[in-house]
Structure formats: C-alpha cells, structure tokens
C-alpha cells in the first residue's frame, strides 16, 4: 500500500473509532444519564466525592468532554458549586485513561460477541434499557474492531521513509509534539481515540517512547479544549470548571514537558510493552496531576470566580430559565427541562385569563394593555420551547419519549392559542367596551363569572394533567366540556329572555355578550385538548361521536332524538 493508501485508511479507521465511543455514550447517556447527572449532583460540596462521581461517571461515559457538559449544566444552575465541579472534572480526567488501560490488553476476541449480541438486543427491542444497552454493545464491539484494524495499519508506516523523517523532526521538538496531538485531540474530540493511535504507533516503532510521552501530553491539553468551547454559550457559573480544567492540564504538560527524558527509562522500569507504557504514563500523568492540584482547587476558585463573575439576574420575563442545552444529550432530561418551561407558560395564561375578567368588568385600560403584554411573553417562551423541542428531535427518540415530545408540543401550543384569544379577542371586547363606556347587566356579568370560573379550574386540571400524566384527571377534564357546555347553553337562553324584556345594559352589550361566551368556550375546548393525547396513548377515547348507520334516524323527516341532540353553540362551532 502507498503511504497516500495507508493515511485515507488510517482516517477511516479513526472515524469509526470515534464513532462507537459515540455510540457507546450515547447508549449510556439513553439509559442511565439521568442517574449520572444525579450522582454529580449529590456530589455538591465535597471535593472527595465530586472527585469519585467524575471518575465513575466518566468511565461509563468514556468522555470527559461529557461529563464537563453536565458539569456545566449543574454549576449554571447552581447546583453544583465551583470548587466541587473542578473536583468532578479532575475525576473525569483520570476517569479516561480507564478505558485506554483495558484496550492495551487488546482483547480482540471479544469484538465478534459483543457486535453479536448489540445488533440482536437493538434489533429486538424498538425501546427500552435493553435497545440502549444493545447500542452500547455494538459500540463496544466496532471500537475493538477499529482498534485491531488500527494496530494492523500502523505496522507498515515505520517503512514510509518520509514518514519517519516527519517523526524525527517532531520528536526532536517536543513543543510541537504537543502542540500537534492536542489539535488532533480537539478536531476528533476524544482523547481515547488519540491515545490509541499514539499507542498504535509507537508498538510498530513509528515513534519512540519519548515522542510518544510528549504526544501524549498533547492529547491531554485537547482534550480540555473541546468542553471550553462548548460550554462558551453557558453561564459564567457553567464554564468556570472546563476553564480551570484547561489550565491544569496546560500547566501540567508544561511542566511535565522538558522532565521527559529523565522520566521516560523510570516509565519502561514499569512494562517493558511500549504500547502499555503509553497507556501508564496517560494514566500516572493524569492521578498526578489530580493529586498535586486538588490541595490548590480553593485557591483556583477564587480566581475563577474573580475572572467570571456571576451575572447580574435576567430581568426579562421571557428569558427561558430552564431549557438547558447541554442536556440535549440525554433526551429524557432534556424533555424534563422542556416541560418545566412549558409550565411557565402555564403560569403566564393562568394569569392573563384570570385577571381577563376583572378587564372586562372594570374597563380599565391600563390592566387591559398589562394583559395584551403579557401576550407577548408567552409568544416568546412559545418560540423559544419549540426550536429547543426540534434540537432534541434530532436525537433518536424511544416511543415513550416521543409521547412525551408530542404532549409538550402539543401544550404549548394550546396554551399559545389561549393566549391569543386573551389578547386579540378578550381584551378587543374589553377596549370595545371600555371606550363605548357600556357595562354588562348584573346577571349577565354574573353567568360570565361562572363559566369564567369553572374554566379556571379546568385549566389547573389541565396543568396537573400535563405533568402527572393522570388519567382520572384527563377523564375528568374532559367530562368537565358538558358543564361548560350546559352553563353556557343557560347563559345564552337568560340572555335572550332579558333581550325580550328590554333590559337597557341588555342590549347595549349583546354582540360583546355573546362574543365572550363563545371565547371562553374556545379557551376551554384548548384545555380540554391537553388530555386527548394521554386519553388516546391509554385508549379512554372513542373513535367518533356520530352513531352507526342503523343506530341512526333511517328518516330524514325524523327529528333527533334528545339523545343526540347538540346544545346551542354561541360560537357556532362544532367541538371535538
């Protein structure tokens, strides 16, 4: 093979490498990230046990890149305090070497078995643990399989005499060295997928012991690069601990850097293997560095927290507070995240048609204009829910999950439309009165209050509906429909009855009247719509209200029976 032949392979060899430790996060995070994210949770204000759950949490990970993600969701929403977070990232390093010790045994063998038995649990399960824990078994097996294919390509590279002339030259400059394998680690965001390599290419004698350590190193800094850049949109709070993590790993390298050659015979006194010296010195580099720095953490925070201060509260009302995008991995937690802002905008039409009937009573403008503005927080929350709902849909959904999806989605939206008819509807009638200076009849008002009141109880049951996912509170927001319909339907007939015996406020107001029956109505029919998708998961749901060919009237002259007949509707719609 040409040197040109053996670098393409080399490329394809490494993205597949990176692409089962993809896999086998991404299973992880799928089955267990929310007990992840708890354990580093728990963690908070204690440097030792911040120090264990980074190391655990990262060798099921095998990226400490992702647990600086969670890190920094944790510490943005001060969960976990600064000086904890840097312990947990310290973990995390030590936590990756885990993984590069195991495969420097290079058990081979096991890759047939565990692609095997991954396909076949992934295959048979559409949800589940088990279709997670299959992806992390496929991803176990293709990253054993890359790196076989891997130890097999390098072997000829120490024949490329252009090659080993590059490797001179690097090896020469250690700097460079480092410099080299800490872009390659932060373009391939892994530092096991680098290390390999290293490993790989220093067992076929491509580098030396020396060059291989100085590589190393390099690896070490990338690997702190990728969670500083992506942590950059977070909070302060969220991005102090991959900063100082970066800043350990930097200033450990350098000082680490020209004592190479002194330490390199004491590292082969270990294992004479050169592929398991790479391994072991990753590995006491890193138990080194967290050993040396955590004396220090307080010292660190300190000047952290002076670098990056904690921002100033958000005052504006629409600002999201708990779509957390580094949770955008574990789909689960993010959808948690998804749902409590939703609620948000629960509490936001709580309010807006709460006070809607002290707008039309009063026809104060200034609490009309304070109703209508409240309209665009919720349009703004509106937008900022769904384009974080499309980010999680790009992750692979199990079926519980996209239920969970779809009832978000279909919430918010809801309580979108609420909104608008406050504003554009409600609110239009309440300015038209205000400024015809007109009031409803003292009964009429009042009948207006009890629909406006028992809508507000259906819609703190659709709000319990909507985070319980309870089906005796669906069944009983939805059987409520035939209350609202009945008041509605008598507030209609005594409003005609007062039409005929000339009330003055009567007829002053009967287009306004009857215009907030018929929006309180379709305020209530979107409430009700938060219970159909939990009643149709759960089969509580008919198909259809209209009745069989032979149950119904063979007759056209028949009238319906009363059965079947329809209440009046003000809005003249018909409701599902």
Do not use: C
Not at 70 to 90: C, E, F, K
Not at 214 to 221: I, Q
Not at 315 to 320: G, I, T
Not at 353 to 381: C, P, V
Request: aromatic share 4%.
């Amino acid at each position: 093979m040409t040197a040109t032949a053996v670098l393409v392979e080399l490329l394809g060899i490494v993205a597949l490498l990176l692409w089962a430790v993809r896999l086998v996060r991404t299973g992880i995070t799928r089955a267990f990230g929310p007990r992840l994210r708890s354990l580093v949770a728990r963690a908070a204000n204690n440097r030792s046990r911040g120090f264990a759950a980074g190391f655990l949490v990262t060798v099921a990970l095998q990226s400490s890149t992702a647990t600086a993600l969670i890190v920094a969701s944790l510490a943005s929403r001060q969960v976990l305090p600064t000086l904890t977070a840097l312990a947990v990232m310290l973990g995390a390093d030590v936590g990756t070497t885990v993984a590069a010790q195991i495969l420097s045994f290079k058990p081979h063998i096991l890759a047939p078995a565990l692609l095997l038995v991954g396909v076949a649990l992934y295959v048979t399960y559409e949800s589940g643990p088990q279709r997670h824990i299959g992806r992390i078994l496929v991803g176990l097996g293709l990253l054993l399989l890359a790196l076989r294919l891997m130890l097999e390509t390098t072997a000829p590279l120490r024949e490329s005499p252009a090659l080993v002339a590059v490797i001179a030259a690097i090896g020469g400059e250690p700097m460079i060295a480092l410099v080299v394998a800490a872009l390659l680690t932060w373009l391939a965001h892994s530092s096991l997928a680098t290390v390999l390599l290293i490993m790989s290419l220093a067992e076929h004698g491509v580098i030396g012991p020396e060059t291989a350590f100085a590589f190393v190193l390099g690896a070490n800094v990338g690997g702190g690069i990728a969670p500083v850049v992506m942590t950059l949109r977070s909070e302060a709070p969220g991005r102090r601990a991959p900063i100082g993590n970066l800043v350990l790993r930097t200033a450990g390298a350098l000082l680490l850097l020209p004592l190479l050659p002194w330490i390199t015979p004491y590292v082969a006194l270990l294992e004479a293997d050169v592929a398991r010296q790479v391994v072991n010195f990753h590995t006491a580099f890193n138990l080194a560095l967290a050993l040396s720095a955590m004396p220090f953490l307080g010292t660190l925070r300190g000047l952290l927290e002076w670098l990056l201060p904690e921002p100033p509260p958000s005052e504006d009302p629409a600002a999201p507070r708990y779509l957390d995008r580094e949770a955008l991995d574990s789909p689960s937690v993010a959808l948690a995240a998804a749902a409590r802002e939703a609620l948000r905008m629960g509490d936001v039409v709580q309010d807006m048609l709460g006070r809607s009937i002290d707008a039309l009573r009063t026809n104060d403008m200034h609490l009309i204009n304070e109703i209508k503005a409240e309209d665009d927080i919720l349009d703004r929350l509106h937008e900022a829910i769904k384009f974080y709902l499309t980010e999680i849909s790009k992750n692979e959904l199990d079926q519980s999950e996209s239920r969970r999806y779809q009832e978000i989605l279909s919430f918010v939206t809801n309580m979108e439309h609420i909104g608008d008819i406050v504003d554009l509807n409600l609110m239009e009638i309440a300015e038209k009165k205000a400024m015809e200076n007109v009031k409803f009849s003292a009964q009429g008002f009042g009948e207006l209050s009890n629909i406006h009141e028992k809508i507000m109880e259906h819609l703190q049951l659709a709000l319990s509906v909507f985070m319980t996912r309870d089906v005796r509170l669906a069944r009983q927001l939805v059987a409520g429909k035939a209350t609202v319909r009945e008041l509605e339907r008598r507030a209609y007939e005594n409003h005609l009855k007062r039409l005929a015996q000339g009330v003055p406020d009567t007829i002053q107001t009967t287009g306004l009247h009857l215009d907030v029956i018929r929006d309180l109505k379709r305020i209530n029919s979107h409430l009700t719509a938060v219970a159909y998708p939990l009643l149709e998961e759960t089969g509580e749901l008919r198909e259809t209200r209209l009745l069989s060919r032979q149950e119904a009237p063979r007759l056209s002259g028949l009238a319906p029976s009363p059965a079947v007949a329809k209440p009046f509707s003000a809005g003249g719609q018909e409701e599902r």
